[in-house]
């Protein structure tokens, strides 16, 4: 039987305590999904990794974890992206501007930008995937002269669901990097790329296996299909990163809510190497 390791916890009192914030400002991005930008009521910034999430606690209802999805090159406000599904985000949707909520966090492991400097990176987000890696391609532009090659590669199921749309338009005037898009099924006003996310793979020219690092977050299906299309392209194991979401309750190793066999998913990831999650046979289900 696997021995259960809970890490050494050394979190500061942010994470045990919401500290109040205020929305400062709301933009519905979709039928489900509304950005928020959050100021914490505090001297102190968030200071997160690419990548971390919050525990969002709205008093009286419950708490949250959601992925912080801006960058923390862009310090003084945070963003979170929410797909309306129950009672918490269903409440953070009916608040506007003004509104006060609670912020646990910055909370998990994010991804590692020291060891992805100097690399060339391929980032493969589909659906609601792109709100947690739009922190690190959000790093990425803003530190551009620190990175290799870029090529940032978006799915979704069909227009409607296009996440970040300004983000997006940005992404595809911007040359200095390579940005390719899809959606499962088109309407009649879209003239782009029809198909699976994993087909936008073999559109990327070759790839150096020792140089590139390659950042797969979706939902499990897709990450099953695009990871084999990355192994096929020789990318070592230790070079391919995924997000995962469990199931959180307290989201600092107290509770259980998130483990998968042996690991506590909040505390250890989100951000997993590809490499670390072969031995986690559920993670990915
Ligand atoms: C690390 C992490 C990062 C996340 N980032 C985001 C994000 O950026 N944006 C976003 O919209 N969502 C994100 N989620 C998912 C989000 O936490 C859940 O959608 C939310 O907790 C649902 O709460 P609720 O009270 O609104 O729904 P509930 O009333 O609790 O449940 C509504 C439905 O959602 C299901 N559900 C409940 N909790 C979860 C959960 N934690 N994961 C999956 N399904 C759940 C229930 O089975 C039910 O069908 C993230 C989850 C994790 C673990
Ligand atoms: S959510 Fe990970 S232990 Fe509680």
Not at 130 to 154: K, M, N, T
Not at 220 to 247: D, G, H, N, T, W
Not at 255 to 272: D, T
Request: proline letters at 6%; hydrophobic letters at 40%; aromatic letters at 8%.
């Amino acid at each position: 039987m696997a021995v259960l390791t809970v890490p050494k916890l050394d979190l500061a009192a942010s994470a045990y305590i919401p500290t109040p914030a205020r929305i400062v400002r709301t933009e519905q991005l979709t039928e489900m999904e509304k950005l928020f930008e959050i100021e914490l009521n505090d001297p102190r910034r968030l200071g997160h990794e690419p990548g971390q999430f919050v525990q969002v606690s709205l008093f009286g209802f419950g708490e949250a974890p959601i992925s912080i999805c801006s960058s923390p090159t862009r310090p003084d406000t945070f963003e979170l992206c929410v797909r309306r599904v129950g009672t918490v985000t269903g409440r953070l949707h009916a608040l506007n501007e003004g509104d006060v909520i609670g912020i646990r966090g910055p909370l998990g492991r994010g991804f590692d930008v020291n060891e992805m400097h100097g690399r060339d990176i391929v980032i493969v987000a589909g659906g609601l995937g792109l709100a947690p890696v739009r922190s690190l391609i959000q790093y990425i532009v803003d530190e551009r002269g620190r990175f290799g090659q870029f090529h940032l590669l978006y799915g979704c199921r069909q227009p409607s669901e296009i996440l970040f749309r300004d983000d997006v338009a940005a992404w595809r005037n911007d040359r200095r990097l390579h940005f390719l898009q899809t959606v499962d099924k088109a309407d009649e006003q879209w003239r782009g790329r029809v198909g699976v996310v994993t087909t936008l793979i073999k559109e990327l020219p070759e790839l150096d296996p020792q140089q590139t690092v390659v950042v797969i977050v979706g939902p499990p299906v897709m990450f099953k299909f695009v990871v084999l299309e990355v192994l096929a392209r020789r990318i070592p194991q230790r070079s391919i990163y995924c997000s995962l979401e469990r199931r959180m309750k307290c989201g600092i190793g107290k509770c259980g809510h998130c483990q998968a066999n042996q690991v506590y998913v909040c505390l250890e990831g989100p951000v997993f190497k590809y490499g670390q999650l072969k031995g986690l046979r559920e993670a990915l289900d």
